[in-house]
């Protein structure tokens, strides 16, 4: 297949592409900044037409992952970029699919679990999920990823494309053992003892393993039937004290420091970073997967921890 991936230079895209990559098939990046990677990579901006649209012409699929980095301050201009860059790339290649003569057969978009409201009595599915946005309550820097979330899909949808297959994918956060990654950052705590619970530790904790991630990735790519939107997420969210507890226990250490939401938020601050990241309750589960008999490889978080803990222990040389 000749699979192009807008915005794949992250880590999500960097899985995908490693993944596709090795399977043999043609990986184009899409990416603001070419560097070189085993896979092709075509320069373009998210924002106007360019000679990237011939990798477009006759491909297969499309894994739209374009969008700034929500790990930053929520001040105007950095609130101003993530929205554009999710939003406009978006409508552009709306524009360009719509208009090409072989367009690919179908386009994953990515969206997020953070569209669902702060949820600690039940999980969220596709089908009784309550989407989130001005909860009493609720501080401002949630509304405004619930109102990106919005926006994202809104856009997604908002042009027919009859010859391409359309799948918004609202994913929680990907673990993967990639040096500088999400997983890196929170194993780095527990490593120097301050992996402990986050404020009341209620809070639950949505995730994927990046195996689980490809997968599924693979099932809706191959499932011609599939349309609209699909919870990406592991089928067992945990509270933040129990989802932090089993990584202290992969590592092998019982001490881990907690921290109170005002210190989190004194942290935050100082790392120019949003306490939403830890403090929000994500209680997403996959429900249109499940339905299909989808089988998770790493459905329970201590297993995944123990095998993202092993490999990254193997990575760094510390086995």
């Known amino acids: 297949m000749r699979i192009v991936i807008p915005g794949g230079s992250g880590q999500v895209g960097q899985i995908l592409a490693r993944h596709f990559h090795a399977q043999g098939h043609a990986v184009t990046v899409l990416s603001r900044g070419v560097t070189p990677a085993p896979w092709r990579v075509t320069a373009w901006d998210g924002l106007t037409q360019s000679d990237w ?15 700034r980095s929500v ?14 860059s999710r939003v406009l790339s978006t409508l552009l290649l709306n524009e360009v699919i719509a208009g090409l003569q072989h367009p690919p057969r179908v386009w994953l978009n990515a969206s997020t679990a953070t569209i669902y409201r702060h949820a600690l009595d039940r999980p969220m599915d596709e089908a009784t999920g309550e989407l989130g946005g001005n909860e009493p309550g609720a501080p401002d ?10 926006g994202w899909e809104e856009a997604f949808f908002s042009i027919p494309t009859p010859l391409t297959r359309k799948v918004a ?14 997983f890196d950052v929170l194993l780095g705590l527990v490593r120097r003892g301050l992996g402990g619970t986050n404020g009341s530790g209620s809070q639950f904790v949505s995730w994927l393993h990046e195996t689980d991630l490809i997968r599924s990735v693979d099932f809706l790519i191959a499932r011609d039937d599939f349309t609209g939107v699909v919870n990406l997420a592991s089928p067992n969210p945990l509270p933040n004290r129990d989802f932090l507890r089993a990584l202290r226990e992969a590592w092998g250490t019982r001490i881990g420091l907690p921290a109170s939401a005002w210190m989190i938020e004194i ?21 249109r997967l499940l339905a299909q008999s989808f ?8 297993a995944a921890a123990r095998e993202l803990v092993g490999r990254w222990r193997k990575n760094a040389g510390r086995e």
Do not use: H
């Open 267 to 287: 942290g935050a601050f100082l790392m120019r970073t949003e306490s939403e990241l830890v403090l929000k309750s994500r209680r997403v589960v996959p429900g």
């Open 169 to 182: 994918m609202r994913s929680a956060i990907t673990f993967s053992p990639d040096r500088g990654g999400i």
């Open 71 to 84: 790990n930053c301050r929520y001040n105007a201009a950095n609130r101003r970029a993530i929205y554009d």
């Open 141 to 150: 820097t949630w509304n405004f990823s619930i109102r990106v979330a919005k």
């Open 53 to 67: 649209i011939a990798d477009l012409e006759g491909s297969d699929v499309c894994i739209n992952l374009a969008g």
């Open 295 to 302: 089988q998770f490889q790493f459905s329970d978080w201590p």
